[in-house]
């Protein structure tokens, strides 16, 4: 399938996640445009250091959008899929289009996924704390381990090579169990900076 894709560092989609976007380039909203007489859909993808797009990025349909009196959009995207990069087309838009393939996820879990969970918002819990950020994760207690992990990793100021990391892995297990990873050592490197402090 072909669709346009929005390459933006830091800003990492998941299925079932959301997105919500400020589009003010004017080839953005081009592509905008573009997607809501397509479907609706737009890969957002992160790009590597020489600029060239990673081969994974995920899906997303707009769900709701608000065009600005500027001609700016503000629009949320909802996770659908992850997806290969094929290739890019030659495409006379300013814009990136692809060929995709869409990935699923193998959401077996080995593991008990209310061991997952707890061990998850405890470490998340804890990671928040050290950056000093106030987040309610009440509503959080409720999600299966999978889309707590996904929803971590899309709010989280995490490195966005961490996050495209995370993106990557194609089972359950493994995502959240290198999140897990990932947040202890966030952890325990502060706990060392203030030692050496």
Known sequence: MNFPVFPLNGAILFPNTNLPLNIFEDRYIDMIDYALSHKRLIGMIQTKKDKDLFTIGCLGKITNFTETPDGKYQINLEGIN????????????????????????????????????????????????????????????????????????????????????????????????????????????????????
């Open 82 to 197: 992850r997806f290969r990069v094929k290739k890019i087309l030659d495409n006379k838009h300013k814009f990136i289009m692809i060929e995709g393939e869409e990935l699923d996820y193998n959401s077996n879990f080995k593991k008990k996924t209310s061991e997952l969970t707890t061990k998850l918002l405890s470490n998340f819990k804890n990671y928040l704390s050290i950056k000093k950020i106030e987040f309610n994760t009440s509503e959080f207690e409720s999600l299966d381990a999978l889309n707590l992990a996904k929803i971590i990793c899309v709010i989280s100021p995490l490195d966005y090579l961490t996050k495209q990391m995370l993106l990557e892995f194609d089972g359950s297990d493994e995502l959240c169990e290198s999140l897990i990873s990932v947040l202890e050592i966030e952890i325990n490197n502060f706990g060392k900076s203030l030692k050496i402090n």
